[in-house]
């Protein structure tokens, strides 16, 4: 059981990003990702969701011993894999509330749920998030600052329940208690690909397994100890 | 066409003076040339065209011959079985009478005229005179002499001072009009703070074995008067339609438009609002789905004549399977018409690689103490857009279904319930059918 990426090669509009990556994700479990920006952090995570542009010319992914790269982005996301984006698209016309209903009819197993019911769900999740229940009426992240659309994203989250959760950058444009909150509301049993610049959120969300990410290349892995040299040098020491 | 016209007129037991209108309209068509603009209409033959039929000889045919799309697209809806027949041309009796009686006589009780044009031009020649062809000027167009010279059938609703009624009025259900006419004409009077909601058509594909029709509809909205306007349009895919929608607003008073036009193969419709009195309002909704083969050039058209008016256009067009959609719009503030505020916003969405959009708009304005504003978008379903609610378990079609659902949004949550329901399952059929 596990997210499992092995010697993943990915291109992007003919030009070779991801050079061969493997991870390994088991559930429970918090893999930190770093790296400085362009290093194919994000395009992996697109990847592994599914994104058209970016095209698989290697290697495998699976989830739990499905293989990913055969499903198609919805039915990825039907098995257990969520993506938080990094910078979540706005839709105009598209309410919040209109668009999680469809996701959670489309992911639970549990079908038979009455509109008030979701309601009520929707509104009590978005209660622990903070999020000002007028917001659920409105365009998903349209108008929204940053640090909204990134709560949106953890409402997302947490109405899916997914088995493995790809973070992409969810903690930049969040405050400090919304982080805390991201700590408390994670459910234990779910992996977690952290995808992050910042050790801030390492104080909050505690991961096993730290990977730097150069030119489309695991550089470095670790435990806990290569945060603080990442602290102290940046990334210019990790080739 | 003189005996022509003549002959309408005399079945009708019209007044002298509708006589004498259309016969001067008729010589005002004659010497008028086609539109210069927009879809080319050259094809139309006026001599080909049967101006009038009276009701009773008005041809059916069989259900055999309804075309299979037309029956999906019936069915798709859940249109009940006994009205399918009716809006298919198939023409079976369609007993509407009973349903709306009790209404029809609260109605009356206010004061409240809503009958067939043809029965007010005979009731109250006296009400209609002064208003009608008065807000579209007759020789407004090649196509509105036309209208004024061949006219028949459509709507007479007439509002004391007032009288709000707040369910809405369908012509098309209450008063059981045999698919709609051809050259039919709508008039409104709302007098004083009256209130009215009035729907139009029905968004059911209507059969017509006419290609071509030119309604019209005259609103007349006195001071502080309300009135709302909803237009369905889904007429069968052999039908030039050249409707012509106009209101004209008093002080304080508020015109609302609200147009869906589905159907056709070529439509050219811009309501248009007068803001004669200081303080009017109007917004004016339009959403047009063009397919294969059509090709809907809509827009709106809000002249600014009295101090802080307001005039808002939203509208919306989709095109797929080479369908071709235009916006034409046109503002117009004149000098003196100070702190007047116009906004239009006309997006289109191009759905399939040879479908097209255009966008003509424009703004005249005499006057400098006013606020325009003017957005316009074009363009395809974004992929990052699709990808985004991909990534949130929903297939391409459910995808493309929502993103389709939220463009329209801002026009669809204005029309009727039952409307907005069906026009979001057209919209579905949209999304599965698009080879986007």
């Not at chain 2, 005399?10 to 603009?37: D, S, V």
């Not at chain 2, 002064?130 to 459509?154: E, R, T």
């Not at chain 2, 004209?248 to 070529?266: D, H, N, P, T, Y």
Request: glycine letters at 8%; aromatic letters at 8%.
């Amino acid at each position: 059981m596990s997210l499992k990426i092995q010697n993943l090669q990915v291109k992007a509009q003919n030009k070779l990003i991801i050079k061969g990556v493997s991870l390994e994700i088991k559930p429970g479990e918090i893999v930190a990702l770093m790296g400085p920006n362009g290093s194919g952090k994000s395009s992996l995570a697109n990847a592994l969701a599914g994104n058209p542009i970016y095209k698989i010319i290697g290697g495998k992914a699976s989830m739990d011993g499905k293989n990913l790269l055969n499903l198609k982005p919805h039915e990825r996301v039907k098995a257990g894999l969520f993506l938080a984006w990094q910078n979540p698209i706005a839709v105009s016309g598209v309410s919040v509330e209109s668009l999680l209903r469809m996701a959670v009819l489309n992911c639970r197993q549990r079908r038979c749920r009455t509109v008030c019911a979701f309601r009520e769900e929707l509104e009590r999740e978005a209660v622990k998030l903070k999020i000002n229940k007028s917001w659920l009426n409105r365009g998903i992240n349209v108008g929204f600052s940053g640090g909204e659309k990134k709560k949106l994203e953890l409402l997302q989250l947490l109405l899916l329940k997914p088995k493995y959760a790809v973070l992409d950058e969810i903690d930049s444009g969040l405050d400090i208690d919304s982080l805390k909150l991201l700590a408390k509301i994670r459910q234990p049993e779910q992996g977690i690909l952290l995808i992050t610049h910042y050790t801030r959120v390492f104080k909050y969300l505690k991961p096993s397994k730290v990977l730097v990410m150069k030119q489309g290349r695991i550089a470095a892995s670790g435990g806990r100890e290569l945060i603080k040299k990442i602290e102290k040098d940046g990334y210019g020491k990790f080739n | 066409m003189e005996s022509l016209i003549k002959q309408i007129s005399k079945t009708k037991h019209e007044p002298k003076w509708m006589l004498e209108l259309r016969l001067e309209a008729l010589k005002i068509f004659q010497k008028m040339p086609l539109p210069r603009f927009g879809p080319d209409l050259a094809e139309i033959d006026f001599k080909a065209i049967k101006y009038f039929k009276e009701p009773k000889t008005a041809t059916k045919r069989s259900w055999s011959r309804v075309p299979q799309k037309t029956k999906e697209t019936f069915a798709k809806l859940g249109i009940p079985q006994a009205e399918r027949r009716v809006l298919a041309g198939v023409g079976a009796q369609w007993d509407s009478g009973i349903i709306y009686q009790s209404l029809k006589e609260k109605l009356k009780k206010q004061g409240v005229i809503f009958c067939s044009m043809d029965e007010a031009i005979q009731e109250y020649p006296e009400l209609i005179r002064p208003y009608f062809m008065k807000a579209i000027a007759m020789d407004n167009n090649k196509f509105s002499a036309l209208h004024a010279a061949v006219w028949s059938g459509g709507v007479f609703v007439y509002l004391p001072e007032g009288v709000k009624i707040k369910q809405p009025l369908e012509g098309f259900f209450w008063l059981n009009l045999k698919q709609g006419g051809q050259f039919e004409h709508t008039l409104i009077l709302a007098e004083k703070a009256s209130q009215l909601e009035y729907i139009e058509g029905c968004s059911a594909p209507v059969y017509s074995q006419n290609s071509l029709h030119v309604g019209c509809v005259e609103v007349f909205v006195k001071e502080k008067a309300r009135v709302k306007f909803s237009t369905i349009q889904n007429w069968s895919k052999n039908v030039i339609n050249l409707g012509m929608k106009r209101a004209i607003v008093e002080k304080a008073g508020v015109m609302q438009w609200v147009s869906a036009a589905l159907g056709s193969r070529i439509t050219m419709s811009y309501p248009t609002s007068i803001l004669k009195g200081d303080g009017a309002k109007t917004t004016h909704l339009s959403l047009s789905l063009a397919d294969q083969g059509q090709e809907l050039d809509t827009g709106g058209q809000i002249i600014h004549l009295g101090e802080d008016t307001s005039g808002t256009i939203i509208s919306k067009s989709i095109c797929q399977n080479n369908g071709r959609t235009a916006y034409r719009g046109l503002v117009k503030i004149i000098k003196g018409a100070k702190k007047a505020k116009a906004s239009v916003n006309c997006d289109s969405l191009i759905l399939g690689k040879k479908s097209r959009a255009a966008t003509f708009p424009a703004m005249e304005i005499g006057e400098s103490d006013v606020v325009a504003l003017h957005e316009a978008k074009t363009g395809k379903i974004s992929e990052e857009e699709l990808f985004y609610l991909m990534s949130r378990g929903l297939s391409e079609a459910e995808a493309t279904s929502l993103i389709i659902n939220g463009f329209c949004e801002a026009v669809v949550k204005n029309l009727p319930l039952e409307y907005a329901v069906e026009i979001n399952r057209l919209i579905d059929f949209y999304a599965e059918h698009s080879e986007n």
